[in-house]
């Protein structure tokens, strides 16, 4: 039961930090520092911290379905066209293409030197480093980006080299827990001229893709040996992070239609600051 109780925790974490610039990986790794599984296969949490993540990115796949499926498969949705590319939504289409663009280096570098980067980075002393170092770009950034009008307001006025750009700066994330997927794709488009709400729907989006291959690539290395108890746990948070993930999504998309990312960035450096006092001095 209480490992149970532990599952439902980091779902709730998960579900709330997936989202929010303020790096789900990062209060992950913390977390388990604090209340690790008992009774798991070695190399367990390094699995479950991402393959979690895809019960919030069914939420997004839930919310955003209209935005996200590319066929048309009613007579409404294919009026005025016909053939075979009847069935396509064009627009919806280009956008895959263009998120694939964004994947690349991510893909790319994540095969070559996930091990790598996990042995290096996947600590608490560098969860805080980049929790404060991407707090201080958020400000930094968004006081930068006061008043400017973006010049891409639409999802459809994404070009192909700006998704690359977008993924460029989504490889940050991939190198370095703590430094948030969401955030620094965010920070990026902001950089390049993307209003915010298309930011942040673009990586919603994108984060489709590279989870399930993040989670792909976990469970192979895990070897899908799976105890009943693992199976529970990892069952347990992906559907609370998915229930968690409904709300927070909701709510992100109402808050920054009004406001900046500012108050994430104090918050990563708060954080970043107090996991560092407690690991170099008080631990």
Not at 10 to 37: A, K, N, R
């Amino acid at each position: 039961m209480l490992e149970i109780i532990k599952a439902i925790i980091y779902g709730i974490v998960e579900g709330i930090t997936e989202w929010l610039p303020i790096s789900s990986t990062g209060h992950l790794i913390l977390v388990e520092e604090f209340i690790p599984f008992q009774n798991v296969s070695e190399g367990f949490f390094d699995m479950f911290d991402v393959v979690i993540q895809l019960g919030a990115i069914m939420a997004v796949v839930l919310l955003f379905w209209h935005k996200i499926w590319p066929f048309a498969l009613t007579e409404k949705e294919r009026e005025d066209r016909t053939g075979i590319m009847s069935y396509i939504k064009p627009d919806i289409m280009t956008m895959w293409f263009k998120i694939v663009v964004s994947c690349l280096p991510a893909v790319v570098i994540g095969l070559l030197f996930d091990d790598l980067f996990d042995a290096l980075f996947y600590n608490p002393v560098c969860v805080a480093l980049a929790l404060i170092v991407f707090g201080v770009a958020f400000l930094l950034i968004e006081t930068w980006n006061k008043g400017r009008r973006p010049k891409i307001r639409k999802l459809s006025e994404i070009t192909y080299k700006v998704a690359l750009l977008i993924g460029l700066f989504q490889l940050l994330a991939a190198i370095f827990p703590g430094t948030s997927r969401s955030g620094a794709t965010i920070l990026g488009a902001l950089l390049i001229g993307v209003s915010r709400t298309v930011a942040a729907e673009y990586t919603f989006f994108l984060a489709i893709p590279v989870m399930f291959g993040a989670s792909l690539l976990k469970l192979v290395k895990f070897g899908f040996a799976f105890t009943g108890l693992e199976v529970a746990l990892l069952l347990i948070g992906m559907v609370v992070s998915f229930v968690v993930s409904l709300f927070v999504l909701r709510f992100l998309m109402g808050y920054i239609k009004k406001h900046d990312f500012k108050v994430f960035g104090w918050y990563r450096i708060v954080l970043g600051i107090l996991v560092l006092l407690y690991f170099l001095v008080l631990k």
